[in-house]
């Protein structure tokens, strides 16, 4: 799924003959700004101008407002990046405006907060196999790694990195790829090997 703010579109595509074909196009009504997998054909689309979440439903095509405490919509409003935690059910949210990570559970309630002094502009989160959680830190160049309920264990590659934003695991080989970029500059993919410590 690829969200297009501008035009409040949402656009599904699938891979045909190794190229990237859209299939669906999904009008929203209000400008999505991410979009993340629940489970099956269910998504989650971000409308960060309004706080609130939207349900996308594949099957049968339905898009739904989700029911938020007033606490939520401030956390969602002007925040541009969902991450999921299928073990937990829970949604992490990056709320960069406000240097913080909030980890809101399946219920819609808001469960915990991440702050830290080194935790600047946090632009993405990805979740390990292992429970743990890294965080982007644009803004201080360093990743932080958190448990899933967002308490700091450590901070890794400080000073290494130029503006880490895009974050991924490898499952299969356990690798973490971190797109370092800065406007104007050399693209950068850091590929990690993630070693899980008890």
């Known amino acids: 799924m690829i969200c297009l703010p501008d035009s409040c579109r949402i656009d599904v595509l699938t891979n045909i003959n190794r190229c990237l074909t859209c299939v669906l196009e999904i009008d929203c009504g209000v400008p999505i700004y991410d979009v993340v997998h629940l489970y099956g054909c269910e998504f989650y689309g971000l409308a960060s101008l309004t706080g609130k979440l939207h349900k996308i439903k594949l099957r049968g095509l339905k898009l739904l407002k989700v029911l ?35 980890g809101i559970t399946a219920y819609g309630e808001d469960a915990f907060t991440y702050v830290h002094k080194d935790l600047q502009y946090p632009f993405q989160a990805a979740v390990h ?40 695991f490898n499952d299969p080989q356990d690798r973490l790829a971190v797109v370092d970029s800065t406007p104007g500059k050399e693209l950068r993919i850091n590929n990690l ?4 410590t008890s």
Not at 75 to 101: D, G, H, P, Q
Not at 193 to 196: L, R, S
Request: proline share 1%.
């Open 68 to 102: 938020t405490s007033e606490r939520i919509d401030k956390v969602l409003r002007n925040s541009y990046k969902l991450t999921f935690n299928k073990r937990l059910a829970t949604l992490y949210v990056s709320c960069s405006k406000r240097n913080e990570v909030v």
């Open 193 to 196: 090997q993630i070693k899980a």
């Open 129 to 168: 196999n292992s429970g743990y959680v890294f965080l982007t830190s644009t803004g201080s160049n360093v990743l932080h790694v958190v448990t899933e309920s967002l308490e700091h264990r450590t901070t890794l590659l400080s000073g290494q990195l130029l503006v880490p934003r895009a974050i991924c």
